[in-house]
C-alpha cells in the first residue's frame, strides 16, 4: 500500500474542495439568477472539463502554465511559484478539471428554489444575505452536499490530469491513481488491488455518506 500517495491525494482532493466550494456556491448562485449576455458561452466553458479528454486538458494546461509560457514565467520570476511538475500545479489544475463537479449541481439547486420564498423573504424586510443564510442555503443544502462529494471523490480518482501537469513526482505529485498505475506496469497485482478496492470503499461511503444525510435534510420536519 502506498500511503505517501493516498495521503497526497487525500491533501489534493481536500484543499480543492476547500477552495471550490464557497467559489462553486457564489458562481452557482450567480448563474441561476442572472440573465446576461454571454450565459450560454460560460456555462459552455464551466461545462468543457466535462468533454474533454483529461490528457487533453492537461495538456493545455501544462503548456499555458508551464516555465516556457508567459505566464508560468512571470509566475517563477516574480513570485518564485512553479506551477509545472509541483503540488500547486497539481491544485491549479485539479481545482480546473473539478469547477463543473461543483457549480452544475449548486447552479441547479438555486434554480429550483421557489421565487416566492425569496419575494416572502425581501417582503418581510430580510436582507440579502439573511435572505441567503435563512432561506437559500437550507434549501440549496443537499445539492452542495452532492457536489462537494462528487467534487471530492473525483478528485481522489484524478489520473490524465494529474499525470501530464504533475508528472510523476513521488511525495510531491504521485497520487494513488498514479500509484495504482505503476503498480499495474510492474505487474504487481496484488497492491494494485489493494489500493484499488481501498478508492473503491472511499468513494462508496462517501457517496453513501451524501445521500443518507441529504435525504435526512429532505426529511427534517420544517417549523
Known amino acids: 500500500m502506498d500511503w505517501q500517495a493516498l495521503g497526497l491525494s487525500l491533501k489534493l482532493a481536500g484543499l480543492t474542495l476547500l477552495i471550490l466550494l464557497p467559489?462553486?456556491?457564489?458562481?452557482?448562485?450567480?448563474?441561476?439568477?442572472?440573465?446576461?449576455?454571454?450565459?450560454s458561452f460560460v456555462e459552455a466553458l464551466i461545462v468543457l472539463p466535462l468533454v474533454l479528454?483529461?490528457?487533453?486538458?492537461?495538456?493545455?494546461?501544462l503548456v499555458s502554465l508551464g516555465g516556457d509560457s508567459g505566464l508560468g514565467s512571470w509566475l517563477k520570476e516574480v513570485l518564485g511559484i512553479q506551477?509545472?511538475?509541483?503540488?500547486m500545479g497539481l491544485l491549479v489544475a485539479s481545482m480546473i478539471f473539478n469547477i463543473p463537479f461543483i457549480v452544475q449541481p449548486t447552479q441547479r439547486a438555486f434554480e429550483n428554489i421557489p421565487k416566492q420564498l425569496i419575494d416572502a423573504g425581501a417582503?418581510?424586510?430580510?436582507?440579502s444575505w439573511q435572505t441567503f443564510c435563512c432561506i437559500e442555503l437550507p434549501l440549496v443544502w443537499p445539492g452542495v452536499l452532492s457536489a462537494a462529494v462528487l467534487t471530492f471523490v473525483h478528485t481522489l480518482g484524478e489520473f490524465g490530469v494529474v499525470l501530464m501537469m504533475g508528472g510523476n513526482i513521488p511525495g510531491e505529485t504521485k497520487t494513488i491513481a498514479i500509484s495504482i498505475y505503476d503498480r499495474v506496469q510492474a505487474f504487481d497485482f496484488e497492491s494494485a488491488?489493494?489500493?484499488?478496492?481501498?478508492l473503491l470503499l472511499l468513494s462508496l461511503s462517501a457517496v453513501a455518506v451524501s445521500f443518507f444525510s441529504a435525504a435526512k435534510i429532505m426529511r427534517k420536519p420544517k417549523r
Open 193 to 198: 488491488d489493494r489500493m484499488s478496492l481501498l
Open 83 to 87: 506551477l509545472s511538475f509541483s503540488f
Open 123 to 127: 417582503v418581510s424586510g430580510l436582507s
Open 53 to 61: 479528454p483529461p490528457t487533453v486538458l492537461g495538456y493545455y494546461l
Open 23 to 39: 467559489l462553486g456556491i457564489w458562481v452557482g448562485r450567480m448563474l441561476a439568477y442572472s440573465n446576461f449576455s454571454g450565459k
